[in-house]
């Protein structure tokens, strides 16, 4: 079993739409979980971070965790063309060790 | 501009001619990574540092190498590359109680 996983995609969604990619992790120690958003050949940039379970909100994206089914997933509100990229989950599994998913391809179409 | 910065961008080269890809960064950040990234499997952790001179092992270390003499440089180090090592690599640097992890442009390597 992937320590992180996500479904590799593409999720195709209409602009204005509402994306939602979602991560598993199999470390139950782990401690906090990140998405990242990487542009074709380009590096990967950090969009949230997210320590306790619930939601947290910024701007139009919220993460969503929860520590007891292992999940965190990443919502896109209004969803724009300029958001298509890959969407790489991240979780700390331990002092300084940070594991990434494969990432999901999320595509928005005009 | 805080920035983390590679060299090369781009690099082909034979196997087992030894090489190093520089990594800089100006934030004065204490933790450095390198990972690489290969389609299907994702970006891997295979070294890092969390400050001058302290440097640990992760995911896929065989057949590289690092060094951490000065807090803003972290090489990384190939002393007889193969071609399993072509891959796309990043260096990522962060403060020590942030979360903000900044990457680097990336360096392509190609070995033939």
């Known amino acids: 079993q992937k320590e992180v996983e996500q479904n590799s995609g593409p999720l195709s969604v209409p602009e204005g739409a509402i994306a939602s990619l979602n991560c598993t992790y199999s470390?139950?120690?782990?401690?906090?979980f990140f998405w990242y958003r990487q542009y074709s050949g380009k590096s990967p940039e950090l969009i949230m971070f997210?320590?306790?379970?619930g939601d947290k909100e910024d701007g139009r994206f919220t993460a969503q965790l929860n520590k007891a089914s292992q999940y965190v997933s990443l919502l896109i509100r209004d969803s724009q063309p300029s958001d298509s990229a890959t969407y790489l989950c991240?979780?700390?599994?331990?002092?300084?060790?940070?594991?990434f998913g494969t990432g999901t391809r999320l595509l928005v179409s005009p | 501009e805080a920035q983390v910065t590679q060299n090369p961008r781009y690099l082909i080269t034979v196997t087992g001619k030894k090489l190093t890809v520089t990594c800089s960064q100006n934030?004065?950040?204490?933790?450095m990574s390198w990972y690489r990234q290969d389609p299907g499997l994702g970006l891997r952790q295979i070294y890092y540092?969390?400050?001058?001179?302290?440097?640990d092992k992760g995911d896929v270390p065989e057949g590289y190498k690092v060094s951490r003499k000065e807090k803003r440089n972290f090489p990384l180090i190939l002393e007889s590359p193969s071609p399993n090592q072509t891959s796309l690599y990043f260096c990522?640097?962060?403060?020590?109680?942030?979360?903000?992890?900044?990457f680097g442009p990336g360096t392509r390597l190609t070995v033939t």
């Open positions: 990522a640097s962060r403060a020590g109680t942030q979360n903000q992890q900044y």
């Open positions: 470390d139950r120690g782990s401690q906090s």
């Open positions: 997210i320590y306790s379970n």
């Open positions: 991240a979780v700390n599994t331990g002092f300084q060790k940070l594991v």
């Open positions: 934030m004065n950040h204490e933790y």
């Open positions: 540092s969390m400050n001058v001179e302290v440097t």
